[in-house]
T-cell receptor, first 112, second 114 residues
Framework: KQEVTQIPAALSVPEGENLVLNCSFTDSAIYNLQWFRQDPGKGLTSLLLIQSSQREQTSGRLNASLDKSSGRSTLYIAASQPGDSATYLCAAPNQAGTALIFGKGTTLSVSS | EAGVAQSPRYKIIEKRQSVAFWCNPISGHATLYWYQQILGQGPKLLIQFQNNGVVDDSQLPKDRFSAERLKGVDSTLKIQPAKLEDSAVYLC????????????FGPGTRLTVT
């Protein structure tokens, strides 16, 4: 059964700092992994989708890596801004390869 | 391209009442998902449709929850009767198919059961 864990649960950093969010998953036979952002009271916005054949994916200041052998993914945010404050969720497919199993998220606060 | 639409955005009901949520996926997306997100938790899948057929409803509390996607497009999720522990955000998502494609989420419906 796929389980997804995210650490830390919360993170506070000053503006401009680079930071890393961690995600681990128990079933490494995944074909992709997805990172989402959720603002308070809002739905989920897809940030990055990494296919199993890829090691990393980049979008602007965001870089996500995937290491299937160790069951880990990281989301790197460069030069953080107050607008990056949100909850970041990592999700991996369930064993059937259909729906997503989510971690509890990391709530990021960037102060100006 | 229009995103996933959901309504209502907010709903407050008393326990034992019934409630229904509506979702319209992105045009052309065959797969539709309903997730439940309790405060402080990640979303949990309730039911998944491929066109108008159910792929996975193993975590749907079938004694009180029901869902349908009659024409393979819009979907409705119903709770009857509601319990206090059903207070959560109900998220609808869609994807092109079930295989290796990104899921796109709607804004969610926040349900409060009093």
């Amino acid at each position: 059964k796929q389980e997804v864990t995210q650490i830390p649960a919360a993170l506070s950093v000053p503006e401009g700092e680079n930071l890393v969010l961690n995600c681990s998953f128990t079933d490494s036979a995944i074909y992709n992994l997805q990172w989402f952002r959720q603002d308070p009271g809002k739905g989920l916005t897809s940030l990055l989708l990494i296919q199993s054949s890829q090691r990393e994916q980049t979008s602007g200041r965001l870089n996500a890596s995937l290491d299937k052998s160790s069951g880990r993914s990281t989301l790197y945010i460069a030069a953080s801004q107050p607008g990056d404050s949100a909850t970041y969720l990592c999700a991996a497919p369930n064993q059937a390869g259909t729906a997503l199993i989510f971690g509890k998220g990391t709530t990021l606060s960037v102060s100006s | 391209e229009a995103g996933v639409a959901q309504s209502p955005r907010y709903k407050i009901i008393e326990k034992r009442q019934s409630v229904a949520f509506w979702c319209n996926p992105i045009s052309g997306h065959a797969t539709l998902y309903w997730y439940q997100q309790i405060l402080g938790q990640g979303p949990k899948l309730l039911i998944q449709f491929q066109n108008n057929g159910v792929v996975d409803d193993s975590q749907l509390p079938k004694d009180r929850f029901s869902a349908e996607r009659l024409k393979g497009v819009d979907s409705t999720l119903k709770i009857q009767p509601a319990k206090l522990e059903d207070s959560a955000v109900y998220l609808c998502a869609s994807s092109l198919t079930t295989d290796s494609y990104e899921q796109y989420f709607g804004p969610g419906t926040r349900l409060t059961v009093t």
